[in-house]
Every structure is written in C-alpha cells, then in structure tokens.
C-alpha cells in the first residue's frame, strides 16, 4: 500500500466511533444529503434495507429474543445493508460503493474488522478501472 492508502485508511479508521452499548439502536439517522443523487440513493436504498431488516426481525422475533432481539435484529439488518449496496461497476458504482461502506462503518452496519476488505476490494476495482486500456485509434 501506498503512502496515500495509509492516509486514507488512518482517516476512515478516525471516523469510526466506540459504540455506545447503552444507545438504542432502533431507528437510523437521516442519510446525508450534501452527496451526488446517485451516491444518497444508494445510501437510502442501504439504509431502508437495514431498517426494515430490523423491523421485521423485531415484529417477529421480539418477544421470543427478549433481551438479546435487537442485538439479532442488528446482524439481520447488517447483513440486509450489506445486500443492498451497489456493485463495484463503473466509476459511479464504486465511488457509492465506498459511500455505503463509510456509511455503514458509522452506524455499524459493517463491521471495522470487515471495513478494509471491502474498502481494498474497490481500491482494487477502481485501480482496475483506471488502468482499462483506451482502445486504438485508427485512420
């Protein structure tokens, strides 16, 4: 990795907050809005895809969990969240990729042991896209 790599993973890395295991996790904040159209859709379409992960876990599990339900009712939703986010296709693609992940880091959706695989795995497509060879001009 380079010297910028570094930089960029110390600065994700500073995002990251220590939970709070006595805050409710039960609804997420508002999905930013100061982002390209496509970029806060994708995040919308992660985040209604972990809340209602929760929700219907909750419905259906609560009473039978108790105290452990929304804990469960989170690693549902992580894993609906993670379902939900876009494809490493195509600059816009993996620019919301990386979106959703930073997101997702924030609300715990995705785990910070599982952060860097995921950020690699679009450093790799975005280096992959930039190095895709120009075709040839002829005549």
């Given at each position: 990795?380079?010297?910028?790599?570094?930089?960029?993973?110390?600065?994700?890395?500073?995002?990251?907050?220590?939970?709070?295991?006595?805050?409710?996790?039960?609804?997420?904040?508002?999905?930013?809005?100061?982002?390209?159209?496509?970029?806060?859709?994708?995040?919308?379409?992660?985040?209604?895809?972990?809340?209602?992960?929760?929700d219907?876990?909750?419905?259906?599990?609560?009473?039978?969990d108790?105290?452990?339900?929304?804990?469960?009712?989170?690693?549902e939703?992580?894993?609906?969240?993670?379902?939900?986010?876009?494809?490493?296709v195509?600059?816009?693609?993996?620019?919301?990729?990386?979106?959703?992940?930073?997101?997702?880091i924030?609300?715990?959706?995705i785990?910070?042991?599982?952060?860097?695989?995921?950020?690699?795995?679009?450093?790799v497509?975005?280096?992959?896209?930039?190095r895709?060879?120009?075709?040839?001009?002829?005549g």
């Amino acid at each position: 990795m380079s010297q910028s790599d570094d930089n960029l993973e110390l600065a994700l890395l500073k995002l990251i907050a220590e939970p709070d295991p006595s805050a409710p996790v039960t609804v997420l904040p508002p999905a930013p809005t100061a982002t390209p159209d496509s970029t806060a859709t994708a995040i919308t379409r992660c985040r209604e895809a972990w809340q209602q992960a929760f929700d219907e876990y909750m419905k259906k599990n609560a009473r039978k969990d108790g105290p452990m339900a929304q804990g469960n009712a989170a690693d549902e939703a992580a894993a609906a969240y993670r379902g939900a986010m876009p494809p490493l296709v195509g600059y816009e693609g993996i620019r919301d990729f990386i979106a959703c992940v930073a997101y997702g880091i924030l609300i715990e959706a995705i785990p910070s042991e599982r952060s860097g695989q995921l950020l690699y795995a679009a450093q790799v497509a975005l280096s992959a896209l930039l190095r895709t060879p120009k075709p040839a001009k002829f005549g």
